[in-house]
Structures are given as C-alpha cells and as structure tokens.
C-alpha cells in the first residue's frame, strides 16, 4: 500500500513580521548625532588660535610702510628724450601761464624752473641719469620764448630778448640745474649702495 506522506502540522499561529512604526524606524537614526557640534569652548579656542596667530604677525616696519606711501605716488619713469620733452613742455605751458596771469614775469618762470627740474631728475629712469642735468638748461631757454621781450617784434628782437633773460636769470637757470644734478647724484649712490648689497647678499654659485 501506497503511504501518503503528509507534513506535520504546525501547532500554533504563525508569526508574521510586523511593520515597526516609523519612530520605531527613525529612533535608531534619530539617536545617532547628524555631525559633530561645537561645543561653547569650540568657538573660544577658535578665536584664541586666530588672536594668538595675529599677536605673532609682526608690526609692518617703517621702510614697509614708507614703500607703501611710495607706491601710492605718481612714479612714472621717463627715457632721456622723455625727460628732456616733459620738461620743455612744462615750461612752456607755465611761460604761457606766466605771460598771461604775471605779465611774463621772468623771475616767476625761474622759480617755477627749479620744482621742474627736480620732478625731470627724479623720474627719470636709472639708465638715464646723466641726461637730467643737461636737458634741463634747453627746457629753461625753449621756454624762455614766451615770456622774453619781442623788442621790434621780428625774429631779432627775439632772439636778443631771449639772450637777455638768459643773462638776467642766469641764477634761476643755475639754481634749477644744481638741483637736477644734485637729485642724479643721491639717485646714482643710492643705486650703487642697492647693487652692492644685492651682490653681498647673493649666495656663492
């Protein structure tokens, strides 16, 4: 006889898996810290390591500072032929101004003369030293056109009206020349001082 094979019954109600609830779901991820919080001594600690890293700066020296008010001026560099133009193109467009607010004053045009001959020599570029203290005497006699005597009005009158304020201010002429050359020449120590120590300073190759 066939024996039909039956399975034993299971005895008691079968246990189903029931749904957790969403806050049984979210407790476990809601009891873990999202990130870390900063503490209130997390923020002072922050401040002091920023005051103590600013306290350790040193101060900016004087020659730092002064570089700095250096920076902020007009510091154009101009070639011989540059400085020579600039300071002729000055001096005639204060001539013009003299002749037309001081009645071509020459003593006003020489004391104007000397603050442009110390603006040539100072912006004129290092290779270019030399040059200041000889286009300047030109600019001065360029300029001397519009504030010297005509006399009869022709090209001779002019001429002896330019010599004769060449003469008659002669100190100004000097005096504006002296300050150009004597400018060039702190500039030019100044530089050998810089390339010198450059030299000191670079390291035995």
Same mark, same amino acid.
């Given at each position: 006889?066939?024996?039909?094979?039956?399975?034993?019954?299971?005895?008691?109600?079968?246990?189903?898996?029931?749904?957790?609830?969403?806050?049984?779901?979210?407790?476990a991820?809601?009891?873990?810290?999202? &990130? @870390?919080? +900063? $503490?209130?001594? %997390?923020g002072g600690?922050? *401040? /002091?390591? #920023? =005051? &103590? @890293?600013? +306290? $350790?700066r040193? %101060?900016p020296?004087?020659? *730092? /500072?002064? #570089? =700095?008010?250096r920076?902020t001026?007009?510091?154009?560099?101009?070639?011989?032929?540059?400085?020579?133009?600039?300071?002729?193109?000055?001096?005639?467009?204060?001539?013009?101004?003299?002749?037309?607010?001081?009645?071509?004053?020459?003593?006003?045009?020489?004391?104007?003369?000397v603050?442009?001959?110390?603006?040539?020599?100072?912006?004129?570029r290092?290779?270019?030293l030399?040059?200041a203290?000889?286009?300047?005497?030109?600019?001065?006699?360029?300029?001397?056109?519009?504030?010297?005597?005509?006399?009869?009005?022709?090209?001779g009158?002019r001429l002896?009206?330019?010599?004769?304020?060449?003469?008659?201010?002669a100190?100004?002429?000097?005096?504006?020349?002296?300050?150009?050359?004597?400018t060039?020449i702190?500039?030019?120590?100044r530089?050998?001082?810089?390339?010198?120590?450059?030299a000191?300073?670079?390291?035995p190759?």
């Open positions: 006889m066939e024996q039909h094979r039956t399975r034993p019954a299971q005895y008691g109600p079968r246990r189903s898996r029931a749904a957790l609830p969403p806050q049984g779901r979210g407790g991820a809601a009891g873990r810290p999202v &990130g @870390r919080t +900063a $503490g209130p001594g %997390a600690g922050t *401040a /002091r390591a #920023a =005051g &103590g @890293r600013q +306290a $350790g040193p %101060a020296s004087s020659a *730092a /500072r002064e #570089a =700095g008010a920076r001026l007009p510091n154009p560099r101009l070639t011989g032929l540059g400085s020579g133009l600039f300071c002729a193109a000055v001096m005639v467009v204060l001539g013009y101004l003299d002749a037309l607010l001081f009645g071509a004053s020459p003593t006003v045009y020489g004391v104007l003369f603050p442009v001959c110390l603006l040539t020599a100072v912006w004129v290092r290779g270019d030399l040059t203290p000889v286009v300047v005497p030109i600019a001065f006699a360029v300029g001397l056109v519009t504030v010297a005597e005509s006399g009869d009005g022709g090209l009158g002896m009206g330019i010599v004769t304020a060449l003469a008659t201010e100190g100004w002429l000097y005096g504006g020349t002296l300050v150009a050359g004597s060039v702190v500039r030019r120590i530089l050998v001082r810089r390339r010198r120590a450059a000191r300073n670079r390291p190759g």
